[in-house]
């Protein structure tokens, strides 16, 4: 051990809360597991990996890294063998120094051997003078081969790493987390329309109504008024009273709200917001695009070379194989989107996700607000932009593409159904480049839910895109036509639940709902009486499919029915049909009347989904598609209202949308946007959503920090907390289609 003078830099501004706590009861139980961490002589037991060199000086352990290697787990020092119990808090802490500066160090207790599970990981970037670190973490597994790692790899040039004082303590209390929700006041962090509905929330102890007071930039008070007590909120946990300041009818940057002595973050009243994210969301998918460079010209920030394209270490995804025992052939599926912020390629999924954008687009020619321009040619800053096609249908063709990729081929057992999904033979580490990913890519077996995905998409895109590109409108088609076909000859190939090694399962138990979306979008499309019966005839075309939780890539019947009633078609019994999205749109509204927080969620137990923020955002598209069928302004102002709860007006006070706000979600899990493990990367793009508050809290972080967390609350904006902080490409769908109709209220 030697002695220095260093700041206690504590697990990051996250946690600085919990380290200012009072320390646990005693310490009594707590036990040290690392032998040796102080290296007052020896650096026994301590190892490293080959190419490392270590000597113990000056009482620390230093180790020479060398330079030119790829991942962080190329150059590693360790301890084995330790013990750890599931369900136990440890914390772990070192000092350590990097020189030069600014090199990262991955600090990982895990599994020591195959399959290598990560426990808990930490990533901070070293300074020559030092710093001591601490973190606090629950083990998810019982084991006797724990392992502590400080991996630090994946550096150009060599570097040294001195480590000291590293221990690892078992029994000490669960972190206390407490999150900084900043002021009381909570508003849409970003903007209300100017003659849109303006909603707030106080918490607070009082139980008495308020005086609120609007100021505008200048400070001088625009609007007064009382706020409305609601009780205690079961989202939050919290007492809280709504703010109603939409009498307001200016416009403007820089205002607050005032009530209880606080001052809510700033926002506009203007449109303006909304017609960048329209754009932003929607640019998102170019940034997510596997099989072609990104250009740093068209994403300043964000330019990579192309991912999966077979350049080493890639394996590429131009022929890949089944997995073993599967089929005997290999597809070349290039291209797709990255489904979140891992490399795998999901039809369940690509399909949710390609008919919301191209209902955005399609909403714009028939929505009484609908504007077609807005989504043009040259809109969205993509390589096809100026080929007088609108830019979102190019965009999703670049998904489209790959789906119909996907289908097996003529002539092969299955032929037309289309492969549930394409991924990666083993989990991989963060941070990962798209196309420095060395793991072997695999198709996995084909599905009913997969194929009927393929034909819903390529039968709405062989409408959209016929005024553009005949050919491909009919190549789309007769996939559509081939895959439907194989799925009522194949009606029940389910997707195995726990196929999820190296990508997600997106299991389904029930392919009825996909049968029906498929029906209507080849229906629309073509007006054949085969899809019309069918139709007619499912059961879910009458059921009432408007749940709380709302529609998803697993639940799938609004992406039939909202089409059925927007899209000019000549179905019998179409006024019932219309008729059912109103009522939906009614329950949705009545949640969200009943909601302190003003959002169309109130899932059942309080049990928030993984991904809440979009479910929100797709019960408002539900409230949203009511105004367009109705014009009545109470549709329009719900589905408005329900943004501000992602922009900001929420229990966290956070803005769930990158680069929209003054605090919001940057940490997004991503392999490539993972700035915060690796400072030479970026934070995902603006206009990113996180998935959100998330009840299960199924990662470590989440579960080390978020135990027992009400609703609103199971959210941390951590890289690692991929249970609540994902993004992927089905929620910003539902973030591009609500942006665009806000946009079109301005
Ligand atoms: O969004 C999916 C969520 O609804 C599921 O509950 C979860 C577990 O199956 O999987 C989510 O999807 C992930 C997918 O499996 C793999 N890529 C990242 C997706 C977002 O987290």
Same mark, same amino acid.
């Given at each position: 051990m030697k002695r220095r003078r260093t700041t206690l830099l504590g697990v990051t501004a996250l946690l600085a809360a919990a380290l200012a706590l009072p320390a646990g009861p005693a310490g009594a139980d707590e036990v040290e597991l /690392?032998?040796? &961490? @102080?290296?007052d002589t020896s650096s026994d037991p301590w190892w490293s990996s080959a190419g490392v060199t270590t000597a113990v000086e000056d009482g620390e352990l230093c180790a020479a890294i060398p330079g030119g290697t790829a991942n962080r787990w190329d150059a590693i020092v360790g301890h084995n063998d330790l013990t750890l119990q599931a369900g136990q808090t440890y914390r772990l802490s070192f000092s350590a120094t990097g020189t030069p500066a600014d090199h990262v160090v991955r600090a990982v207790v895990g599994l %020591? #051997? *195959? +399959?290598?599970? $990560?426990y808990f990981e930490v990533s901070p970037q070293l300074s020559v003078s030092g710093n001591d670190y601490s973190y606090t973490f629950t083990a998810p597994a019982d084991t006797a081969r724990g392992q502590v790692a400080f991996q630090a790899g994946g550096s150009a040039d060599a570097w040294k790493m001195c480590l000291d004082d590293i221990s690892l303590v078992g029994g000490v209390p669960p972190e206390e987390y407490e999150p900084d929700t900043g002021p009381r006041v909570r508003v849409n962090q970003v903007a209300y329309l100017p003659n849109g509905p303006k909603n707030a929330t106080l918490v607070t102890e009082a139980t008495e109504a308020l005086p609120w007071e609007l100021r505008n930039a200048a400070g001088s008070a625009v609007a007064r008024g009382r706020t409305v007590p609601r009780g205690t909120d079961a989202s939050s946990g919290q007492n809280v009273h709504s703010v109603d300041f939409g009498s307001y009818r200016g416009g403007g940057k820089g205002f607050v709200l005032v009530a209880d002595g606080e001052t809510s973050r700033p926002f506009d009243i203007s449109a303006e917001a909304y017609r960048k994210l329209r754009l932003d969301s929607l640019k998102f998918y170019y940034t997510q695009r596997s099989g072609q460079e990104i250009r740093e010209d068209l994403r300043p920030g964000y330019g990579r070379p192309a991912g999966h #394209? !077979?350049? *080493?270490p890639n394996q590429g995804d131009t022929e890949v194989p089944c997995l073993p &025992? #599967?089929?005997d052939y290999a597809l070349d599926v290039s291209g797709g989107w990255y489904d979140a912020g891992d490399h795998g390629k999901y039809v369940v999924n690509g399909g949710i996700s390609t008919w919301e954008l191209l209902r955005t687009y399609e909403r714009s020619l028939y929505a009484r607000t609908g504007s077609p321009g807005a989504l043009r040619d040259g809109t969205l800053a993509i390589p096809e932009s100026g080929n007088k096609v609108p830019d979102v249908l190019d965009e999703a063709r670049w998904e489209l593409e790959f789906l119909l990729r996907m289908q097996v081929p003529a002539g092969? +057992?299955? %032929? &037309?159904m289309a492969h549930h999904k394409i991924h990666d033979a083993e989990w991989t580490g963060l941070p990962l480049m798209p196309h420095l990913d060395p793991k072997k890519r695999e198709l996995h077996p084909p599905t009913t839910t997969a194929t009927l995905n393929l034909a819903a998409t390529a039968a709405q895109a062989a409408r959209l895109y016929k005024p553009y590109d005949k050919a491909f409108a009919r190549k789309a088609l007769n996939a559509a036509r081939t895959a439907w076909r194989a799925a009522l000859a194949h009606p029940d190939i389910l997707p195995d639940p726990d196929d999820g090694i190296g990508g997600g399962a997106y299991p389904d138990t029930d392919a009825s709902d996909e049968f029906y979306w498929a029906a209507a979008q080849l229906y629309l499309t073509t007006g054949d009486g085969e899809y019309e019966r069918f139709v007619l005839k499912s059961p879910v075309h009458t059921a009432d499919i408007w749940n709380p939780l709302g529609f998803d890539w697993q639940r799938t019947a609004a992406a039939g029915r909202l089409d059925l009633a927007t899209v000019p078609n000549r179905l019998p019994g179409l006024r019932s049909v219309r008729a059912s999205v109103v009522q939906g749109a009614e329950k949705y509204l009545t949640t969200l009347r009943e909601h302190p927080y003003g959002m169309p969620y109130a899932p059942k137990d309080n049990v928030y989904d993984w991904g809440s923020n979009a479910q929100i955002l797709n019960n408002a598209h539900v409230i949203a598609t009511a105004y367009d069928l109705t014009g009545e302004r109470r549709y329009r102002d719900g589905a408005l209202q329900s943004l501000d709860y992602v922009l900001g007006r929420n229990a966290l006070n /956070?803005?769930?949308? $990158? !680069?929209? !706000?003054? #605090? @919001?979600?940057?940490?997004?899990?991503s392999r490539w946007y993972a700035r915060q493990l690796d400072p030479s990367l970026p934070n995902p793009p603006a206009g990113t959503l996180s998935g959100g508050p998330n009840s299960s809290i199924q990662d470590p972080v989440a579960q080390s920090l978020l135990r027992g967390c009400t609703g609103q609350f199971c959210y941390v904006d951590d890289i690692q907390s991929w249970s609540t902080n994902e993004l992927t490409i089905n929620w910003n769908a539902a973030l591009a289609w609500m942006a665009s109709f806000a946009a079109d209220q301005g």
């Open positions: /690392i032998q040796n &961490g @102080t290296f %020591a #051997v *195959e +399959p290598y599970d $990560t #394209v !077979g350049v *080493e &025992g #599967v089929c092969q +057992p299955l %032929a &037309g /956070i803005s769930y949308v $990158t !680069g929209y !706000g003054d #605090v @919001t979600s940057v940490n997004q899990h």
